[in-house]
């Protein structure tokens, strides 16, 4: 099922069959995703078409620096003096919130709850949201006009993040062709959590974990600030084992690792230049600099 489902979102997705298979990964391990570029790269239909073929409700929350709490979580309403839950958006198993960082920090701090806690508090009361809980966010770069900088505390709760990649002129040409004719095929349902379930039992073995907390400890080490939290570690066996599902394995090997761990670390440095190649960074400072366990 999954190779279809892969095989289905690259006919949609072109040049992005990696991006995919960490997107996928992520879902699967029920992390969230922040998709870090430059407008009009097609990041928001990404998103989209990863919802969708998921089968998943979903929701677009367009995040404005003049927007309220109540814009995304909802608000209390009286009739006959007796109050009704008015619910937001933010209900939903699966939110894109589009332009995170240009949401003002009140509401990126009401945004995080849901994050964190999969509920909302609204006037004093706390609501569970849909199970499962997903957010896709994308985040345009910091130097663009009318961006706030999103907290480290929120920025560690995503668990991945990446940016689309550059198109080849055979893959523009490919959107450019199948524009007004995209691919309208269903697939069969997916039931996501029977595969989160057989992603729960691949193993990930000691020697692997030690290896994880092996990279954690080098990347303290690299010359820029990193968040490095006990999250990020949970996150890298959680999405270790998910890649590995995807690639017909019940075990996570060294290679599974290597893969995911530069999208892991990638949000976490801080002060980065934007004009360096922050993966290409990291598998040099970070993953050829430590010995795989014998």
Known sequence: MTKKLILHLNKNIVGNEDKI??????????????????????????????????????????????????????????????????????????????????????????????????????????HKLPHPFFVIATQNPSDQVGTYPLPESQLDRFMISFSMNPLSSKHEKDILTNQSNPSTKKLDKVHLEELMKKVSLVQCKDLVIDYIQSLKRQAGEIKFDVILSTRTLLFAVQISKAYAFLQNKDYVTFDEVQKIFPYILRHRIKNFDSHVDIINYIQKEVIEKVALPR
């Open 21 to 126: 298979q960490l997107a996928l990964a992520s879902i699967l391990a029920g992390g969230s995703i922040l998709l870090e570029d430059h407008p009009g790269t097609g990041k928001t239909t990404f998103a989209k078409l990863i919802a969708e073929n998921l089968n998943l409700d979903f929701k677009r929350i367009q995040f404005t620096s003049d927007m309220l709490p109540s814009d995304i979580n909802g608000f209390t309403k009286y009739i006959n003096n007796q109050p009704h839950l008015q619910k937001g958006p933010v209900f939903s198993n699966m939110i894109l919130a589009d332009e995170l960082n240009r949401g003002n920090p009140k509401c990126q701090s009401a945004f995080m709850e849901s994050m964190e806690e999969k509920s909302v508090t609204i006037d004093g009361t706390t």
